[in-house]
């Protein structure tokens, strides 16, 4: 089967529209998994790592194939002419074309919403506190499995500083560490506090910049070297950090008012009659 290089990311339009299998000459573009994803995920596939995503992937690409070939089946068998089948086809088109049209005129509604930079920076200074950002750090770490390994690596570090104990560092993790970010050089990027299980945040936020664990951190996963490569207090941040984030909260929030006003309108000029 194979794999899926298209850059398939959920809630993007990194999406490319490239044929990722044929079924007895049928092509299967990476586009049309797309629905298939969101329901395996259910809309989760963006907080993925790099390893679930590829395997949601090939489920996915499974499922397509499957339901061509039973596809085609069910065509071999006369299906087709069924009058049930009709019927449900001809219903499940139906609903297609409303939603889609109505999904359609909604977002072009939405893209027409304009909001002003005085009512972004008046929501900013009413809304200071969901803009606050967390004391965080950049760290990076090497994940062995023995503990004498992990000790023997603190021991050739140790001897660094500065610049050359970080170059040391990230060339250590991309030869002995397991972990997936081994091949990054360790490189974890920035969290904050509570992200990380208990010892190794405990562990981290306790380092002073540039410097290594003295001993290793032992986890459910196994034993970590931490460096700590930078550390931030709490602030909050700048309206210019946020401006988009607020346009659209602010765009969402007056079009449902917009919305609910419209529904409201052309339902006083219709006939509705509910059984």
Do not use: C
């Not at 068998?77 to 005129?105: A, H, P, V, Y």
């Not at 893209?111 to 969901?130: A, F, G, N, V």
């Not at 208990?198 to 931490?226: C, E």
């Amino acid at each position: 089967m194979k794999k899926i290089t298209a850059g398939l990311v959920l809630g993007t339009q990194l999406i490319f529209g490239q044929t990722v299998a044929t079924v007895n000459g049928e092509s299967i573009t990476d586009k049309e998994l797309i629905p298939m994803i969101g329901q395996i995920t259910q809309g989760r596939y963006a907080t993925l790592d790099q390893a679930t995503q590829q395997r949601v992937q090939n489920i996915a690409l499974e499922q397509a194939i499957s339901q061509i070939l039973l596809e085609r089946e069910a065509k071999r068998s006369g299906l087709l002419r069924d009058s049930e089948f009709k019927k449900q086809l001809n219903l499940s088109i139906k609903l297609l074309k409303r939603q889609i049209t109505s999904d359609m005129w909604l977002k072009r509604e939405l893209d027409k919403q304009s909001i002003s930079t005085y009512e972004m920076k008046r929501y900013y200074q009413k809304h200071l506190s969901e803009f606050k950002k967390p004391k965080q750090v950049k760290a990076r770490h090497i994940l062995v499995k023995r503990k004498s390994e992990a000790d023997q690596l603190i021991r050739v570090l140790s001897k660094y500083h500065g610049d050359r104990l970080q170059s040391e560092f990230i060339e250590s993790a991309k030869n002995h560490s397991t972990g997936p970010s081994g091949e990054r050089g360790g490189d974890l990027g920035y969290f904050g506090e509570g992200q990380m299980v208990p010892k190794f945040n405990d562990a981290v936020f306790s380092l002073r910049v540039g410097t290594i664990t003295k001993y290793p951190v032992k986890t459910s996963f196994g034993y970590h070297i931490i460096y700590l490569e930078d550390k931030q207090d709490a602030q909050t941040a700048s309206f210019n950090e946020v401006r988009e984030i607020i346009e659209q909260k602010i765009k969402i929030e007056k079009f449902k008012g917009f919305v609910e006003k419209k529904i409201n309108y052309l339902k006083s000029k219709a006939k509705i009659k509910i059984y």
